[in-house]
């Protein structure tokens, strides 16, 4: 997987990247991370013109929390962040995909990543274990 | 990457997933597709109740296109199929995770995914080349 280490980014690259982008009715473009290194992907979450300026400025990855409808520092209450490794732009310019290098889970049930859901043969199955107790990541 | 080859899924697996997604005020769930053995994120599309189940029964990945406002059975015209590996649901169950096989490119544009568009020093940069002319996936 070719990867850019050269954080944070230009004030020209930020520019041209937050044209780029196709903000739907409420602002928000939705970004998938994936781990930069096994390629697992992580979670999925909204981010906003300010979120993504944020996180090409910072190089710690920002989203828009749309149920607190508040910038989301990842890792702000967890201190689970994640790393931008790159950062990239789909053809349409409606989906953002982050190669990041997570901190600790993604999950806040405290699973490495969100996707812990699969179908199995009659049922749903949880197929990812818990690796840390998420009391331990919000009971601070 | 644990995997399922089991498909089609049952009726019951089928009715359970459909009650854990929730899908959006149009109806509608965001579904990223990575290819199941090399980890690359292919693209991101969306799909309404009914792509859900026609995935699930098929075998074969069905997603409801916004800007035609109809099921979009992926490579109908462009042959570029995807073959349902495992069918995963977040924390949240409001984003879909499809491990897949793609047929040839998932990109409309001949590109093998839809992430070409990188950040770099001071702009955005294509990534990846073109693999089949986009005259050949649609011009029949």
Redesign the interface.
């Known amino acids: 997987m070719?990867e850019?280490d050269?954080t944070p980014?230009?004030e020209?690259?930020i520019a041209?990247?937050l044209t780029?982008l196709a903000f739907d009715s409420a602002g928000l473009v939705?970004a998938?991370a994936?781990q930069h290194d096994?390629?697992?992907?992580l979670?999925?979450a909204w981010m906003n013109l300010e979120a993504v300026e944020l996180t090409?400025r910072t190089g710690q990855v920002c989203y828009f929390s749309r149920s607190r409808n508040a910038l989301w520092r990842k890792g702000e209450s967890s201190e689970q962040t994640q790393r931008l490794v790159?950062?990239?732009?789909?053809?349409?310019?409606d989906?953002i995909?982050l190669l990041v290098d997570q901190q600790g889970v993604a999950?806040?049930?405290g699973?490495r990543n969100?996707?812990?859901?699969?179908?199995?043969?009659?049922?749903?199955e949880i197929?990812a274990e818990v690796e840390i107790d998420p009391k331990d990541l919000y009971g601070k």
Chains 1, 2 share one sequence.
């Open positions: 070719r850019n050269a980014k230009s020209q690259a041209r990247t780029a939705p998938i994936q096994s390629g697992e992907v979670m999925m090409l790159d950062f990239r732009i789909d053809c349409d310019g989906t995909l999950c806040h049930t699973r969100c996707f812990f859901n699969a179908v199995r043969d009659d049922d749903l197929i």
